[in-house]
């Protein structure tokens, strides 16, 4: 299949008010091209210097550009100028360098906490537990270059439905927490990007804003 075929059917496999960010993390600019000739305006990628090339030899202004890997502090200065929401925030360092970066840059950055549910440990994010604690013993609300418009996740990489299922319902719980206390009146927070590939289906039922989808549009990474 091709990758506007394989956009066309994802596509239709999601509800509009549900924002499909194609992951191109690994393909060439060429076939970024492609899905954008196709209509795609959002991209996600994983890695900073890729996104960076990529950016700059696409350099089309209406791409919204979404980061979605591990993002160290040393990497954050590079992607401001133009990144539209970073999607893997796991720690206050982490937030306090995007703010810093993006009031030196005259721009408001959209975030996400990353929120770990995954029974592997390779994966990142914050536990439910310290991401309330790092919400009550900061003044995020003084980080005014940001803006925590909601909480991402990745599910267990498994074949057993019921247990990505109740992992996204886990997400969901707490982002209405979080939506019912801390961002009590903060009319910004509406995302909960979780879904990619294998467990988007899944992730839409259980509440889904955003999905990421790599490899069902693209084919395999090399
Ligand atoms: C690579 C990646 C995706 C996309 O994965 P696919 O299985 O190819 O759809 C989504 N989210 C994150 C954080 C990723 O790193």
Redesign the pocket.
């Known amino acids: 299949m091709s990758i506007v075929a394989n956009l066309q059917q994802v596509k239709s496999d999601i509800p509009s008010n549900v924002k499909l960010v194609a ?1 191109s ?1 690994f393909h060439p600019e060429e076939e970024i091209e492609i899905a954008y000739t196709a209509g795609c305006r959002v991209f ?1 990628e ?1 890695r900073m210097q890729e996104l960076d090339r990529k950016q700059k030899n696409l350099s089309k202004d209406d791409i919204e550009w979404h980061f ?2 591990t993002l160290q502090t040393n990497k954050v200065k590079a992607i401001i100028p133009y990144v539209h929401t970073i ?2 925030v796991d720690s206050w360092k982490l937030l306090c360098e995007i703010n810093k970066q993006a009031l030196a840059a005259g721009r408001i950055v959209n975030c996400l906490l990353e929120i770990h549910v995954a029974k592997e440990d390779t994966k990142h994010g914050f536990s439910i537990e310290e991401c309330r604690s790092l919400l009550t013993e900061n003044d995020w609300e003084d980080l005014k270059a940001i803006q925590i418009i909601g909480i991402m996740s ?1 599910a267990t990489y498994t074949d057993d439905t019921s247990v990505i299922r109740s992992e996204f319902k886990t997400v969901k719980n707490f982002f209405n927490e979080l939506k019912d206390s801390k961002f009590k009146e903060k009319d910004y927070f509406t995302e909960i990007s979780m879904g ?3 467990d988007y289906h899944i992730a839409i039922e259980e509440g889904a804003t955003i999905v ?5 549009i693209f084919g395999e ?1 090399k």
Do not use: E, F, Q
């Not at 990421?212 to 069902?216: A, D």
């Open positions: 992951v993390k996600g994983s979605i890997g999607h893997s990745m990619m590939s294998n990421r989808i790599g490899s069902l990474r």
